[in-house]
């Protein structure tokens, strides 16, 4: 993920106080909500059997990659604003540059590995669940790390971590090198939204002529909670696009000709796609939440279960609830209901 950077100090700027502080609140909210909110998605799946599935193991790796970067990154980036620039040294700035990192590669990642989970689901529902077992699910998180941590491991040697004072954060600097911002910008983000958008469209061709009823005899019958479940993860991804565009656009741009546009980028501009950008590891949860019904069952028993000191125990009427793989077709007038994202 591409933000314009200058190299560590911890130089400050002279600006209003309104500014700090409308930024700190920003971000205390951001770290709130993303930490309670990806805890509670977390737990989900974890007390309640019909949200174990095979589809639901890249909601949790997408969890947990919202989540590491409020619990790190993010409070130093905090205290930062506090104390009007960067005062914690050098080591902390790049470990604080590296996992923030690993959290954005890692979202845009997971919401591909979704996608062509999603796409399998519903365009190819016959080879899914051999396609998607709970061993090859689990195989395909681990790779999607494993690329996440490939992909951030060199900016260590490019030395393109580093303090930006107009953001408070230690973070990816394009001005490094441009061929290699390019690189990144091409293969984190426009790639990966490439893939997810052909994913997405096919599943749209498919719902489309299944709701016009082309061709019945041999097309499936997809059930509205398919469909809704769909349209969840199909806002995950436009949330993500919308949030992270402005920032690696004009990482993008400034990249090309950095002498030119660089200082032609207003600040309020960047500061702002960068804080929206920061603001997008809160909104999952919310997404969840606001369009899945299991998970906001799930969610009012978890507070419920917080007040009786039970979090760590399945709610009891789960238990008796059967693990339904998922199989997002209605054939010969059977309809299947799961209860994944």
């Known amino acids: ?3 314009n950077g200058s190299h560590f100090n911890s130089s400050t700027l002279s600006r209003p106080p309104w500014v700090t502080t409308t930024l700190g609140c920003i971000l205390i909210f951001t770290i ?3 930490i309670l909110g990806n805890l509670l998605v977390i737990f989900s799946v974890y007390r309640n059997k019909r949200l174990r599935n095979a589809g639901n193991i890249f909601v949790v790796s997408l969890a947990v990659a919202d989540l590491v970067v409020a619990i790190y990154p993010y409070p130093l980036v905090l205290t930062a604003i506090f104390h009007d620039g960067w005062s914690l040294g050098y080591v902390h700035c790049q470990v604080s540059g590296f996992v923030m990192g690993l959290s954005v590669i890692g979202s845009i990642f997971n919401i591909t590995g979704i996608a062509v989970n999603r796409y399998c689901y519903i365009c190819h529902s016959l080879k899914y669940d051999k396609l998607y077992s709970d061993k090859n699910s689990l195989c395909c998180v681990l ?3 494993l690329l996440t941590v490939a992909a951030i491991v060199p900016n260590l040697f490019v030395g393109s971590l580093r303090y930006d004072p107009r953001v408070y954060s230690c973070t990816f600097a394009q001005s490094a090198s441009s061929a290699y911002t390019i690189a990144v910008v091409f293969f984190h983000f426009i790639l990966p939204i490439l893939v997810v958008t052909y994913c997405y469209l096919r599943i749209w061709i498919l719902v489309i002529q299944v709701r016009r009823r082309v061709k019945p005899d041999s097309r499936p019958r997809l059930s509205p909670h398919d469909i809704r479940n769909f349209v969840t993860m199909f806002a995950v991804f ?5 949030c992270w565009a402005p920032l690696n656009l004009i990482g993008l741009v400034v990249a090309v000709s950095p002498d030119v546009v660089a200082p032609a980028i207003p600040e309020w501009l960047f500061v702002a796609s960068y804080f929206m950008a920061y ?3 809160c909104l999952n949860a919310i997404v969840y939440g606001a369009l899945n019904q299991n998970f906001r069952k799930e969610y ?5 279960s917080v007040c009786t000191a039970r979090i760590f125990f399945q709610d009891s009427s789960n238990d008796a609830a059967e693990r339904i793989k998922p199989s997002p077709l ?3 007038n059977n309809q299947v209901k799961v209860d994944s994202v």
């Open 1 to 3: 993920m591409v933000i």
């Open 330 to 332: 209605m054939t010969n």
């Open 300 to 304: 009012r028993r978890i507070v419920v």
């Open 32 to 34: 709130v909500v993303d």
């Open 143 to 145: 790779l999607i790390w």
């Open 238 to 242: 436009v949330l993500f696009a919308v």
């Open 279 to 281: 603001f997008n590891s």
